[in-house]
C-alpha cells in the first residue's frame, strides 16, 4: 500500500502530477468499482435475498415468526429488515469515515479497512446454512454498511485524481468497470449454479459457493486501487469536527453553496426512482407478469452488460453536450422507459428484455454523471465530508421509493399502478435539477469552470 503522502491541492493539477502519474491513479482507481460492484450484483441483486429468507423460513417457528432478540418477525420480512438495518448503520457510520479522512488526508488505509471489512463479511456468508438466519443478517449489515463506507472514500478520489475536464469520462469509465465486472462474475455463478449437479455439489452449497466468490473477488482486486493511489495531506485549515459534527458542519456549510445544495436535493429525489427500479423491477416481471426466475436473471444480465455501454456512451455525450443536459436527457429516457414499463404484457418476456436494455443503457451514465457533476460542487479539501453527504443521499434516503411503490400496491393491487408511480421521482428530479445554475455553482466553490458541463 505505501505510506508515502503528497502535499497537493484536492484538484489534479498537470503542475503537481505528471499525466503518467495521474493516469496510473485514474486507473487503479476504476478498479475498485472492478471489486465492489460484484457484491452489489450477485449478492443483492441475484443470490442473498431468496437464500437468506429459505434460512429464516427454516428457523421459524409453527406461525412462520423467527425471534431476533426476542422479536418476532415474519421469516419472509426478514431479509427487507436486515437491508433496512443496514441502511441505518451506513447512515450512523459514514459521517465518522467522510470527517476522518477529510481531518488526517489518509483515505487509503480507513478504505482498506473499509473494503476487507465487507470482503470478509461476504466471504463468511459461505457458511450460511441450516438455520443461521442470524449470522446472515449480521453480515449483511456489516457487508453493506462497509460498501457505503467504503464508497464514500473512493468518490472523494474523484476531484484528486482527474481535473475538470476530465471527471465525466473518467467517473463513467469507473461505472462501467464495475457493471463489465458485475456481468462477467454473475455469468460464472450461474453457470455453477446452474449446473451445480454437474460440479458435484449441491443447490445450497452452489449459492453459498456464489455468495463466497464475491467477497474473494471484492478483497484481491481492492489490492489494485491501495496499490496505485495516493494519499494527500490534509489542508492546514481543515476542519477538527468529527463524526456527525461534522456532518452538521457540512451541512452548514452546504448552506453558504446553495446550489450544491440544490444539487444535492435533485440527485436525492432521482436517485431514489433509480433505486427502487433497480430493487422491485424483478419483482413487478415475477407477480405482474408472470415471468420465470431464468428469464428475470437474463434480464439483470442484459441490464449489467448494457449498462457498460451505456455509462461509456454517456460519458461520450456529456463531452459534447455537458453533464447536466446529459443527465436530464436520461432522466426523460427513464421517464419514457418506466412510463412504457405499464404497458408490458403479461408473459412475454422479449417486451421485459426490451425494457431492462433501456434501463441497462441510462442507468451507468446517469449515476456515472451524477457523481461526477457533483465533484465539481464541492469545496476544495472537503471532498470526503460532501462525498459523505453525497453517499448518504444515495444510501441513506433510498427508502422513500419503495415506500410509495408498496403503498401503491396496497391502495391499488395493481403492480402496474406501482411501477408507474416511480415516474413521479424522474419528473420531478428533472425539474430540480434544471434550475441549478451548474457553473454559477462550480464557481461559488471555487473551482475551475470546464468549458462543457
Not at 343 to 364: D, N, R, T, Y
Not at 436 to 442: D, F, G, Q, Y
Request: charge should be neutral; aromatic fraction near 10%.
Amino acid at each position: 500500500m505505501g505510506t508515502d503522502t503528497v502535499r497537493a491541492t484536492p484538484q489534479a493539477d498537470e503542475s503537481d502530477e505528471s499525466t503518467a502519474e495521474r493516469r496510473r491513479e485514474q486507473r487503479g482507481w476504476y478498479f475498485y468499482d472492478w471489486a465492489c460492484s460484484v457484491y452489489s450484483t450477485s449478492v443483492l441483486t441475484v443470490f442473498l435475498g431468496p437464500y437468506l429468507t429459505e434460512i429464516a423460513k427454516t428457523a421459524a417457528d409453527g406461525d412462520g415468526y423467527v425471534h431476533p432478540l426476542g422479536i418476532p418477525v415474519s421469516a419472509g420480512s426478514f431479509f427487507a429488515y436486515a437491508v433496512s438495518a443496514s441502511v441505518l448503520v451506513s447512515v450512523l457510520v459514514m459521517p465518522l469515515a467522510g470527517a476522518a479522512a477529510d481531518r488526517t488526508g489518509r483515505k487509503k488505509p480507513l478504505l482498506a479497512v473499509a473494503a476487507y471489512l465487507g470482503a470478509a463479511a461476504t466471504a463468511g456468508m459461505f457458511f450460511l446454512d441450516g438455520d443461521r438466519y442470524l449470522l446472515g443478517g449480521l453480515l449483511l449489515i456489516v457487508a453493506n454498511a462497509s460498501l457505503a463506507v467504503s464508497m464514500v472514500l473512493y468518490n472523494a478520489y474523484l476531484p484528486q485524481i482527474a481535473p475538470p475536464e476530465e471527471r465525466d469520462a473518467v467517473s463513467s469509465r469507473g461505472w462501467a468497470f464495475g457493471y463489465a465486472a458485475g456481468a462477467l462474475v454473475l455469468v460464472a455463478n450461474l453457470v455453477l449454479f446452474l449446473a451445480h449437479d454437474t460440479f458435484g455439489v449441491s443447490e445450497s452449497t452452489a449459492v453459498r459457493i456464489c455468495l463466497a466468490s464475491a467477497g474473494v473477488w471484492w478483497g484481491a482486486f481492492t489490492l489494485v486501487p491501495l496499490r496505485r493511489l495516493r494519499d494527500r495531506e490534509a489542508p492546514p485549515s481543515e476542519a477538527t469536527a468529527r463524526g456527525w459534527r461534522q456532518l452538521a458542519s457540512t451541512v452548514r456549510d452546504m448552506r453558504c453553496h446553495p446550489h450544491t445544495l440544490s444539487f444535492l436535493l435533485a440527485y436525492l429525489v432521482y436517485n431514489d426512482g433509480v433505486q427502487t427500479v433497480i430493487s422491485q423491477a424483478s419483482v413487478y416481471g415475477s407477480e405482474e407478469l408472470g415471468l420465470e426466475q431464468s428469464t428475470l436473471i437474463v434480464a439483470v444480465l442484459l441490464v449489467q452488460v448494457l449498462a457498460v455501454a451505456g455509462a461509456l456512451a454517456m460519458g461520450r455525450l456529456a463531452r459534447t453536450y455537458g453533464a447536466k443536459r446529459t443527465i436530464l436527457g436520461s432522466l426523460v429516457a427513464w421517464t419514457l422507459t418506466i412510463g412504457a414499463g405499464y404497458f408490458l404484457p403479461a408473459g412475454a418476456p422479449v417486451w421485459f428484455f426490451v425494457l431492462a436494455a433501456g434501463i441497462g443503457l441510462v442507468l451507468g451514465g446517469s449515476q456515472a454523471l451524477s457523481r461526477s457533476l457533483f465533484s465539481h460542487l464541492v469545496p476544495a479539501g472537503k471532498e470526503a465530508e460532501y462525498f459523505s453527504a453525497y453517499e448518504i443521499s444515495d444510501r441513506g434516503m433510498a427508502w422513500l421509493g419503495p415506500l410509495i411503490f408498496g403503498l401503491t400496491y396496497q391502495l391499488t393491487g395493481s403492480y402496474r399502478d406501482a411501477i408507474v408511480s416511480l415516474v413521479a421521482f424522474f419528473v420531478i428530479g428533472f425539474a430540480l435539477l434544471a434550475r441549478v445554475p451548474v457553473r454559477r455553482a462550480v464557481r461559488d466553490a471555487g473551482n475551475p469552470v470546464p468549458d462543457r458541463i
